[in-house]
């Protein structure tokens, strides 16, 4: 209510504010919190997964909870936020507690809770938003009954949660690939004028991700874990809702969805129907161009960064025509 009041310049004043309080917040918060974080124990199968070992994990629960912070401080509050923070949240949470369990938690039961926290979210988008879809790089738009619109954000949802937490192995890749995402969102965003708040909730949770990576970028210091990339996941998922157009998600994290959803795609297909795909493809892709192609983590980060930024320019510059 109180940014209502305010002028545009107060307005401007507050959202830096928001901003700065989320970078400094989460790079004191990890500086300080991280050695109470439960320790990596290493990954047997990822390339130089062992590396890992002993370093702290999980610091996905301190970024998530000065977004959550600098939203509720910050940003106007409005019910339908205040329930996509709760969900964040909720999300974050259930990643955590894995990432602090003696026995990692199976697929089944992450996935399942992933699928909850997904049905949640298309519940509150359709009570709050329409299920009128744009597609916005054809200037044209169709509605869909509610229920398959819910269906479809729930599948929407819980993939991109999954394809996210499957790129998190490499120091500061699925980090730097969300805040790609999430700022070519924030520029769909003031292209189509899309309500004010939202895009202030995507600088403050890309901020705090910068935060993070502050301290993971190689040789990193600590990792997110399940806490973080969940969290990353959902809020982009969310993001991508917001615009109207969720069909942009394809290509705004294009990246993140091959990295992360071919492995998942090869273990479905294989698991489930018996086909096998890929055999010469290590996956997630990130352990394929560093075991097979010799990338190195940098290079890895780097070039998988430059392609979804040509990817997200383009589709900005399409957007516009």
């Known amino acids: 209510m ?8 107060q307005n401007a004043l507050i959202a830096f504010m928001g901003i700065l309080f989320a970078f400094v ?30 370093k702290p994990r999980g610091a996905g629960i301190i ?29 974050m949470m259930t990643g955590f507690l894995d990432d602090a369990s003696k026995n990692p938690w199976g697929e089944y039961k992450k996935g399942f809770l992933d699928l909850c926290v997904a049905a949640m979210v298309a519940f509150t988008f359709l009570k709050y938003n ?13 509605e869909l009954s509610p229920i398959l619109f819910g269906v479809l954000t729930v599948v929407l949802v819980w993939t991109s949660v999954n394809v996210t937490n499957c790129s998190d192995g490499v120091d500061g890749l699925s980090g730097t690939l969300t805040i790609i995402t999430l700022m070519t969102i924030y520029v769909i965003d003031r292209i189509k004028n899309v309500d004010g708040s939202f895009p202030l909730l995507i600088l403050l949770f890309a901020v ?25 996941g959902l809020f982009i998922s969310i993001a991508i809702l917001k615009t109207g157009s969720p069909l942009l998600y394809i290509p705004v994290a ?5 990295d992360g959803g071919l492995g998942l795609l090869k273990v479905a297909l294989l698991r489930f129907l018996k086909i096998g795909i890929l055999k010469k493809v290590r996956t997630p892709l990130h352990d394929h161009v560093r075991k097979v192609w010799d990338w ?26």
């Open 2 to 9: 109180i940014h209502m009041l305010l002028s545009e310049e």
């Open 254 to 258: 294009l990246v993140l969805i091959l």
């Open 208 to 232: 705090c991700i910068l935060g993070y990576l502050w301290f993971n970028a190689t040789p990193s210091k600590l990792m997110m874990g399940d806490a973080g990339s969940r969290a990353m």
């Open 296 to 321: 190195s983590n940098t290079q890895t980060v780097y070039r998988f960064a430059i392609i979804q930024i040509i990817i997200g320019v383009t589709i900005i510059y399409l957007i516009q025509l």
């Open 130 to 142: 329409t299920s009128y879809v744009e597609l916005s790089l054809f200037h044209k738009g169709f």
């Open 63 to 91: 970024f998530v909870l000065v977004f959550v912070a600098a939203a509720l401080l910050f940003v106007p509050i409005q019910a339908e936020t205040v329930i996509y923070l709760i969900l964040i949240a909720i999300s």
């Open 25 to 54: 917040a989460t790079v004191i918060a990890t500086g300080r919190l991280n050695q109470f974080l439960p320790k990596d124990a290493g990954r047997a199968f990822a390339h130089d997964g062992k590396l890992s070992a002993g």
